[in-house]
């Protein structure tokens, strides 16, 4: 399997100050994905990105930013953390012939 | 628009029964993939199976099966002779292989599965 991680497991935060959430995979794939899974809701697409430098949005991008300057990095950014954005948050990357990897997922709590 | 839906949000069975999770999809391409992922208590995403748009033959792995017809646009997945271990939140998936489409893979909201022994 592709070695994906992600840091921190568990974060917990104030409203309005910033956050970043690290992706790391070992493997050097093209594809990678950040989704949030939230109760009634399964699992939502905020950002992808398809090389480096190279992002898009997704489905739930709003007070979303993310970057991607190697390879192996992905990362997540709210720029001023809110409480409807605690939520466990999952990094995904694609390998070839359609098969996806998703990393252990970081819960995030905004208090 | 690429979609799809899980029309059971909860089922809950008693051990030994068999149990069919029902996923009904949308798309506008004529090659993807679909998946299903089980997600057990402890939270991680567990790959289940993979299909092609072109391989609508059914596939059985041990208690598992999957029956995938596109002429309904469905791919259900059965447990036969359930467990309390099956006890999870099962999430069916949809990517689109067409160019451009970036191969965002799109999730149904999940049914959540309860196997009292």
């Known amino acids: 399997d592709a070695g994906i991680t992600q840091s921190p497991r568990h974060k917990v935060t104030e409203t309005g100050t910033p956050v970043t959430l690290r992706c790391h995979q070992t493997?050097?794939?093209?594809?990678m994905y950040w989704y949030r899974q939230d109760p009634g809701h399964g699992l939502r697409l905020i950002h992808y990105?398809?090389?480096?430098?190279?992002?898009d949005k997704g489905e739930v991008s709003d007070g979303y930013s993310v970057s991607r300057s190697k390879t192996e990095d992905f990362l997540l950014t709210l720029e001023s953390a809110t409480s409807s954005q605690t939520s466990v948050y999952f990094c995904?990357?694609?390998?070839?012939?359609?098969?996806?990897?998703f990393g252990s997922g970081t819960r995030l709590t905004v208090v | 628009a690429q979609k799809v839906t899980q029309a059971q949000t909860e089922i809950s069975v008693v051990e030994k029964e068999d149990v069919t999770l029902d996923c009904v999809y949308e798309?506008?391409?004529?090659?993807?993939?679909l998946f299903w992922y089980k997600q057990p208590p402890s939270g991680e995403l567990v790959f289940l199976i993979r299909?092609?748009?072109?391989?609508?033959q059914n596939e059985i792995s041990g208690r598992y099966s999957w029956n995938f017809q596109k002429s309904t646009s469905s791919f259900n997945f059965t447990i036969t002779a359930s467990q309390v271990v099956d006890s999870a939140v099962y999430f069916c998936?949809?990517?689109?292989?067409?160019?451009?489409?970036?191969?965002?893979?799109?999730f149904g909201k999940g049914t959540k599965l309860s196997v009292k022994p």
């Open positions: 995904a990357i694609r390998a070839g012939g359609y098969g996806y990897t």
């Open positions: 990105s398809y090389g480096v430098k190279d992002t």
């Open positions: 998936a949809l990517s689109e292989a067409r160019g451009g489409s970036q191969g965002n893979l799109i």
């Open positions: 299909r092609n748009s072109f391989d609508e």
């Open positions: 493997e050097n794939h093209r594809y």
């Open positions: 798309t506008r391409d004529t090659t993807y993939y």
